[in-house]
């Protein structure tokens, strides 16, 4: 079967996360230990639309392994959820020689991977490279450890400000509809509470939670908030109703926003990154397609993308017992 991979595709698509670089340093390089051709797509499934490609070889990817973002760019291709926009891609892969593809993402990114691989019989491998972390078959994706510790870092200097004037901080950080970034944050940061979008606990338990706190002797708290949580209409809704019904906090509100993308991949991502770019080149030598690679238990595995692709995202219960405990 290695004799049929002649020249490797990669590209990123979706938000962009710390790491990817790294990830696609590793594929490159892997091409290049294997004497395979590699080429880069720009902009994701755009570039692969309009033909933007760009050959890599092992001094192309030089000094990329500590950059964060993706020097590849990375773009949301709505032609390429149509079967024309499909057409165009596979016609230029088919005149530039390239015979197989990785692609590096989340779940959209695997959605137009498994449509495409399954449309022309396209050896397709993916990566998980999202700070949500919400990709089955992978215990981390790459870049989710980094925006975990951007996020505590940037709670820490809040909680400075939080226990100096006596004020509650609501901070919001991303996650969609997956709380891992908001929990593991939380418990790290030693936030107060924890909103995420996996546990609806509801106004009234916040306001006695934070009447506890209060109680206790507390006079400052952090809580965290899943941008996806449904307790308010926004944080800003949530920030209100506290002010209204909880007197002797001062409330204040801050959203993380796109911060949390940025920065230099952290050892842990661009450890992930390197693993899994050289085993997708690796998975498609031994003619797997379709696939993502991840790492489970400290062991890589292969996930269709079928099952890759979340479903209800699964949070884990005993960091929420933990939490609970940690935040009397």
Same mark, same amino acid.
């Given at each position: 079967?290695?004799?049929?991979?002649?020249?490797?595709?990669?590209?990123?698509?979706?938000?962009?996360?710390?790491?990817?670089?790294?990830?696609?340093?590793?594929?490159?390089?892997?091409?290049?230990?294997?004497?395979?051709?590699?080429?880069?797509?720009?902009?994701?499934?755009?570039?692969?639309?309009?033909?933007?490609?760009?050959?890599?070889?092992?001094?192309?990817?030089?000094?990329?392994?500590?950059?964060?973002?993706?020097?590849?760019?990375? @773009?949301?291709?709505?032609?390429?959820?149509?079967?024309?926009?499909?057409?165009?891609?596979?016609?230029?892969?088919?005149? @530039?020689?390239?015979?197989?593809?990785?692609?590096?993402?989340?779940?959209?990114?695997?959605?137009?991977?498994?449509?495409?691989?399954?449309?022309?019989?396209?050896?397709?491998?993916?990566?998980?490279?999202?700070?949500?972390?919400?990709?089955?078959?992978?215990?981390?994706?790459?870049?989710?450890?980094?925006?975990?510790?951007?996020?505590?870092? @940037?709670?820490?200097?809040?909680?400075?400000?939080?226990?100096?004037?006596?004020?509650?901080?609501?901070?919001?950080?991303?996650?969609?509809?997956?709380?891992?970034?908001?929990?593991?944050?939380?418990?790290?940061?030693?936030?107060?509470? $924890?909103?995420?979008?996996?546990?609806?606990?509801?106004?009234?338990?916040?306001?006695?939670?934070?009447?506890?706190?209060?109680?206790?002797?507390?006079?400052?708290?952090? $809580?965290?908030?899943?941008?996806?949580?449904? $307790?308010?209409?926004?944080?800003?809704?949530?920030?209100?109703?506290?002010?209204?019904?909880?007197?002797?906090?001062?409330?204040?509100?801050?959203?993380?926003?796109?911060?949390?993308?940025?920065?230099?991949?952290?050892?842990?991502?661009? $450890?992930?990154?390197?693993?899994?770019?050289?085993?997708?080149?690796?998975?498609?030598?031994?003619?797997?397609?379709?696939?993502?690679?991840?790492?489970?238990?400290?062991?890589?595995?292969?996930?269709?993308?079928?099952?890759?692709?979340?479903?209800?995202?699964?949070?884990?219960?005993?960091?929420?017992?933990?939490?609970?405990?940690?935040?009397?």
């Amino acid at each position: 079967m290695i004799d049929q991979i002649k020249k490797v595709g990669v590209l990123t698509s979706g938000g962009d996360a710390p790491g990817m670089n790294a990830a696609i340093r590793a594929v490159v390089r892997c091409c290049a230990y294997h004497n395979i051709e590699c080429v880069g797509i720009y902009r994701g499934y755009e570039g692969l639309i309009d033909g933007d490609f760009i050959p890599l070889g092992a001094r192309s990817v030089k000094n990329m392994i500590n950059r964060g973002g993706t020097f590849l760019k990375s @773009a949301r291709s709505k032609e390429f959820k149509t079967k024309e926009g499909r057409a165009k891609a596979y016609k230029n892969l088919k005149k @530039a020689g390239v015979d197989s593809m990785i692609v590096i993402g989340g779940d959209g990114t695997f959605r137009g991977a498994l449509e495409f691989g399954k449309e022309y019989q396209f050896p397709i491998v993916g990566i998980p490279g999202t700070i949500d972390n919400d990709i089955n078959g992978t215990d981390y994706t790459i870049g989710y450890d980094t925006a975990l510790n951007t996020v505590i870092e @940037a709670i820490d200097k809040i909680r400075d400000t939080a226990h100096s004037h006596n004020r509650l901080f609501l901070v919001e950080v991303m996650g969609r509809d997956a709380g891992d970034i908001a929990l593991s944050a939380g418990v790290g940061a030693g936030a107060e509470a $924890i909103l995420i979008p996996e546990q609806n606990i509801g106004r009234e338990h916040l306001m006695e939670s934070l009447r506890r706190s209060k109680q206790s002797g507390k006079s400052s708290s952090i $809580i965290v908030v899943s941008e996806g949580d449904q $307790i308010g209409k926004n944080i800003f809704n949530v920030a209100k109703y506290i002010e209204n019904n909880l007197k002797g906090y001062e409330v204040r509100v801050t959203v993380l926003g796109h911060i949390q993308r940025g920065g230099s991949p952290s050892g842990r991502d661009r $450890i992930l990154a390197s693993r899994l770019g050289v085993n997708a080149v690796d998975a498609l030598l031994r003619g797997e397609k379709n696939v993502m690679v991840g790492q489970k238990l400290n062991k890589v595995v292969t996930v269709p993308f079928s099952e890759s692709i979340k479903g209800e995202n699964e949070i884990d219960m005993e960091l929420i017992r933990i939490a609970k405990i940690t935040s009397i």
